[in-house]
């Protein structure tokens, strides 16, 4: 019933810059919060930047200066700007927004397919 549908992925010279976006679509009533992890070969997933509803965005130490995330409520999306890429920022980038999607109902997690980010020369 939601579907988060991640783009904007690829390959970037170090230094450079990305943006990743991520539409959420499906049946929502609200979003209390959406957010950005990564996972790399042999480590586990972890946060990116997150940012609930009407609240600021909160960054790991590792993007802090470097990535900006900001949202478009009208269009149920969420975006990341990716500055002054490092090679360790190499990683499958997952999207997560926490839904509810009528009127009383629990709020769900849901995850995105992942995009992947490659930071090389």
């Known amino acids: 019933q939601v579907q988060l549908v991640e783009s904007g992925g690829g390959l970037v010279q170090p230094g450079g810059s990305l943006r990743l976006s991520c539409a959420a679509s499906?049946?929502?009533?609200?979003?209390?919060?959406m957010g950005w992890y990564r996972q790399s070969p042999g480590k586990q997933r972890e946060l990116v930047a997150t940012i609930v509803s009407g609240g600021s965005p909160n960054y790991a130490d590792s993007v802090k200066g470097r990535f900006t995330m900001s949202r478009d409520d009208a269009k149920n999306t969420l975006y990341l700007q990716m500055n002054s890429v490092k090679p360790e920022d190499t990683a499958v980038y997952y999207c997560n927004a926490a839904i509810r999607s009528s009127p009383g109902t629990l709020v769900r997690t849901y995850w995105g397919q992942g995009t992947q980010v490659t930071v090389s020369s």
């Open positions: 499906g049946r929502i009533f609200s979003i209390n919060a």
